[in-house]
Each structure stands twice: as C-alpha cells, then as structure tokens.
C-alpha cells in the first residue's frame, strides 16, 4: 500500500531548486543517482539541472509515483490539493510550520485534501525518506548510507544524520522513514511495509510519542507472523509519573514502566539507546564509549543540539544518571550553522546556574561541524566550564571529533 | 469526573466479584456491641470535615475485645462532623501485602499494575505495568517481574486477571488503586481502595 513511498518509479519535487541551501535545491542533488524520472515543479525556474521544470504538478502529462512538497506552510494545502487533483497517491511533506508550531489549523487542512482524494501522505515536518538500493535519498542528511537489511523508523528526523553517518563501513539500510507530526502516515504502515519487505531483517524505532499505543500493539503482533526483530527507543523514558496524584497507581506511572510493559505485549525489545538498538538489529558491537562520564551526579547540565530528538536522548542518559539538565535543551534546529552555535554559547557566558556545556551536532546539510569545533574550542578557552560534545555520525563529523579531543575535549560520536 | 473513597469503591468491587475484608459501618455503642467481626479490629472515622484520617486521630488499629473498641469509638465519636465509624478486621501478619491498579492513559488507554502495597509504596517502587486487557501469560510474566513474593502466587495471579476482566467492563475508570490487597494461604482479601471515574 505505501510501497510507491520507498519504491517510486517517479518522483515530482515540488520546491526544487538550484540553490544548495535549499530543501528543494539539496533533494535534487541527492537524486542525481536515481534511475527513475525526476519532474521538478516551481514556478520560477524553465529547467533546473538540465531539466524541464513545471510551474505546477498539473502541467506534467506522465503519470507521478510520489511527490515531495519542500514549500512554505503557507502554500503546502494548495500544492497538496493539486496532487490530489494530478491522481499523485503518495505525498510527503517535508515543510514545517503546522501543528508541532501550534498551527494546527493548517494540518486539519492537509488531513481533508487527502481524504478527499484518498492519498496518502507522510509528515508535514519530517525529514524525508531513504532507499539506498534505489538511490532515493529524500532527506537532507549529509550523508546517504549504504544498502543493507536495517530499515529505521525515527519519529525525530535529524537522528538519521547522525544514524546515516555513523552507519558508513558498518551496516546498510533498506529503508528509513521519518515520521514528522504523523498527522496521517503513522508507525504502523511502515512497520507492516517493513516486515513484508524482503531485504528488511530487522527493525528499530525511535518513538516520542504513538498516538494510538493500542492500534501500534495490534499491528506489531499482527506481522509477528514475519519473523522480523524490532528494537524500539523511547524518548522521554527518565519521565516520572505524576507527582501529587490521587492514586498511587498514577504517581508509579512512569513513561518507561508503561512503555516496558506495552512493547513486551507487542514483541518489541525496548532498548536503552540508538547504539544498543542497532548493535542488537545488527548483532555487532558497534565501538562504544561509556555513556555519561565525566559528569557527576547533582551536577547541572546545559544542553545546546541542532537536533531536537538527539537533545532529548541524551538528557534521558543525563537524568538517568543524576544529572539535572536545565530548564529543556536548547534547540537551534538542523538549519544550524557554526554561527548560530557561537551565538548559543555567548549566551550561555553570563549563566551561572550550570556546571557543564553539552554540545550535540548532528551533520546535516547545512551543518558546519569544524567550524562549530572550533567555536565550541573558543567558548572553552574563555570559560571554566565542563564541556562534552556529541558530534553524533561517522565521516561527516571525523575532521571535527579530532579537533576537539587533540585540545583535550571529550567528543562522542554515538549516543 | 466522580470519585469513589474506601467503603463506596469497595462495594463496588465486591459486587464485581473481589474479596473484601469483613467490615461494617455503625453509627451507634449499640450496633458495635452487635459487630460479629472477628478481631483484631481497625476503626476509621466517617466524617466529611476530616480529610487526612491518619493526621486528625480518625484511625485507631489493634482492638483486640470489645471494651477496647468502645473505648476507641468513644475517641472517634468526638471528632468534628462524626457520622460514624467503619470497622474492619485487621489483616496484619496473615499474607503479603500487594497493590493492584489501573490508570487512564493518552497513549494506550486502560493500563493495569501490579506490585508490592501496603504504605510505601512510592519508596519500594516495585511495580510492573501491562496495557489492558492482559492474558494469563501476561500477568504471571508481570509477577515474575516485581520482587514481591507471596505466598499464594495463584490467588494474586487471580485477581489481577479479575481486575483486568473489570477494565474491559468499565472503560470509563480514570484511576483505580486497590491497596493493600492481602495474599493469605487461600484469599486475596481488599483492605482498601479508591477510585475515579470520568
């Protein structure tokens, strides 16, 4: 059913650009080892990379497998009404700017354009999708990895820069999928494509929040019948229940309790990290360093990521460990660049309320992962503060990881 | 929302086929003269002016012959907004203590729980969670995962299927904590339990 998402034999880019700075402009550039037929769509370009583009979906014949909407908000509805007027089935929208912004308005929009075509789409706010065996690489990761038999599920994007990358010389992919704001494609259906799919052995996941724990239960069990493993983790695990509860039911609630149980009920392995869920879907030790060193217990952490479920991850393995981190990470977006860092940082010089710096990096496009090293080595120089940094990936983050440990600053690159 | 306090909930769970400890409700010297409940004794306090039982003097435990459990209702009968007073065996030293509940969540509706009860719960914090409802399987797999060990392993296991049972009766539980409930050699016996509804 949404096979034509990792499988199309055409592709409409709509948002497709020359620019390398642009969603539009760097999905082109990553299909350029794509067999398949590539149609771009924007009003202000005649041709783009020695093609024919089209103002809109409408205006080309053939038919469309799937089309990637990489627009502002403002526009996506109206694309996506147009996709559905064109018969395109498979839609994915990359924009951001709906509800996880509080514009839950505009999602509603999407949710009845699709209803009333009967097309499906995945996201708004998500990261794209990725099949190596056939060149599709739809995301703005650094990095494309290389084909193989782990298929990821990641309801936080910007966790595939850093999985993509660290995976290089390691394991390959049969497929990856970010999820967005799920208002309609969920985990399920790409939990059952998945397990249908002959080249996927093993599945991990990367959850937030499902939105309907049972209908997921329900279909893990359903495609147990396929034998494929799947290892989930769960962000926001360190959550507790709620203090002062009418019951003490409620207040031994903890995310994690719940979450340990219900995955038992759906065969799922529940996992304490990114790295242990693919060191068991890969059955290798994948080379591991001690999670949280360094920091003590009762110490108060601050910490600064271009990835939003990386931040969180990492202030789980934190509470866990008895370290309090600081009112939320802070979360300058996978746009990042050295600059934004440095500016995070100079903020953080008149803070007194921490004992140590995390700074976590995960290479996307417009990632600067040297230059941050070297902002990261001047905020350092000019303070007392602790510092780790998690620049989280393989090559893309190599030059920047040795910067930092040859001036004697602990750097990771898996979580 | 509606809420259930001890004897409304326990009656509840009574008529749903649970096992309540033996108690009664007197309002009178003469109809606790009348109890034929077997002693040692507990006795709360009803009244709707006190909130916290336990801090106010409203929960005397340990009366052992009727002379002491007048002299106790006597106590009782002065506090603010008397209505009268529950009176239950005391189940100490005759099983292990355990805590069942249930709680409404976003994620997975009705999830069940079971564990070692009694007054720290918090503190012991040894507890295990399943998402309603549960099979046999299930539930033995929750009790091999808390350390709690009581000594009629079959009857827990029994009650916590029964309490499952319950949650696919009344979806519209909120909250439901059932503790202590008291593992003897041949009963799972309620002492306490509370409850929301929505």
Request: glycine residues 8%; positive net charge.
């Amino acid at each position: 059913m949404i096979t034509r998402f990792l499988n199309p034999k055409s592709i409409a880019i709509i948002g497709a650009s020359d620019h390398e700075h642009k969603v539009g402009g760097v999905l082109m550039k990553k299909l350029e080892g794509y067999k398949g037929k590539v149609i771009p769509v924007n009003p202000g370009h005649a041709s783009l990379f020695g093609m024919k583009c089209y103002p809109r979906i409408l205006d080309y014949e053939g038919e469309i497998d799937l089309a990637v909407i990489a627009i502002p908000a403002e526009f996506v509805a109206a694309a996506l009404e147009q996709c559905g007027k064109k018969g395109v089935k498979n839609v994915i929208i990359i924009s951001a700017g709906f509800s996880e912004a509080g514009n839950s308005k505009e999602e509603e929009k999407l949710r009845a354009a699709a209803a009333k075509h009967g097309l499906r789409f995945l996201g708004p706010n998500c990261f794209g999708v990725c099949n190596p065996a056939e060149h599709i690489d739809l995301t703005f990761s650094a990095t494309t990895p290389e084909k193989g038999e782990i298929a990821f599920i990641s309801q936080s994007g910007a966790l595939w820069s850093y999985i993509s990358d660290f995976s290089v010389g390691k394991f390959g992919f049969s497929g990856f999928a970010s999820l967005g704001n799920m208002a309609d494609l969920e985990f399920e259906e790409f939990i059952e494509y998945f397990c249908r799919d002959k080249s996927t052995k093993a599945i991990v996941l990367y959850i937030e929040k499902l939105k309907d724990g049972r209908k997921f239960i329900s279909t893990c069990r359903k495609c147990a019948k396929f034998k494929k493993s799947i290892y989930a983790v769960k962000a926001g695990a360190s959550q507790r229940g709620q203090e002062a509860a009418f019951s003490h039911t409620a207040s031994l609630a903890s995310d994690y309790k719940i979450y340990k149980g219900s995955m038992k009920q759906a065969g799922v392995v529940l996992c304490e990290s990114l790295r242990d869920a693919f060191e068991k879907a890969t059955s290798r030790k994948l080379d591991g360093e001690p999670k949280m060193p360094l920091a003590e217990a009762g110490e108060k952490a601050v910490i600064i990521t271009n990835a939003g479920g990386a931040g969180a991850l990492i202030s789980d393995y934190c509470e866990k460990a008895g370290i309090e981190v600081v009112e939320k990470p802070i979360d300058l977006l996978g746009t990042a660049s050295a600059a934004d860092y440095s500016a995070a940082f100079e903020r953080l010089r008149s803070r007194a309320d921490y004992d140590f710096l995390i700074c976590i990096l995960t290479p996307q496009s417009m990632s600067e992962p040297e230059k941050t090293a070297e902002a990261l080595l001047d905020f350092k120089k000019q303070s007392k503060k602790k510092v780790i940094a998690y620049f989280l990936g393989g090559d893309a983050v190599a030059a920047a990881t040795d910067l930092l440990r040859k001036n004697r600053i602990l750097c990771f690159n898996n979580d | 929302m509606k809420i259930l306090r001890e004897k409304e909930a326990e009656d509840f769970l009574k008529k749903e086929g649970f096992d309540i400890v033996e108690g009664a409700v007197v309002r009178s010297k003469k109809e606790l003269a009348g109890l034929r409940i077997q002693f040692p004794w507990a006795m709360k306090v009803i009244s709707k002016k006190i909130v916290h039982k336990t801090r106010a003097g409203g929960v005397i435990l340990g009366m052992k012959t009727a002379a002491e459990a007048e002299k106790s209702f006597e106590k009782l009968g002065a506090l603010p907004g008397f209505e009268g007073v529950l009176v239950q065996r005391m189940m100490m030293g005759q099983g292990e203590f355990a805590i069942l509940g249930l709680k409404d969540t976003p994620e997975f509706g009705l999830v069940i729980m079971v564990g070692s009860g009694g007054t720290k719960v918090e503190e012991l914090d040894d507890v295990s969670f399943r998402v309603t409802p549960i099979t046999g399987e299930d539930a033995s797999e929750m009790l091999k995962e808390i350390k709690l060990r009581t000594r009629n392993e079959e009857e827990l296991k029994k009650n916590l299927l029964r309490l499952s049972r319950l949650a696919e009766k009344y979806p519209k539980i909120s909250e439901l904590d059932i503790n202590p409930i008291v593992i003897t050699q041949d009963r799972g016996v309620i002492v306490d339990a509370r409850m929301i509804l929505k």
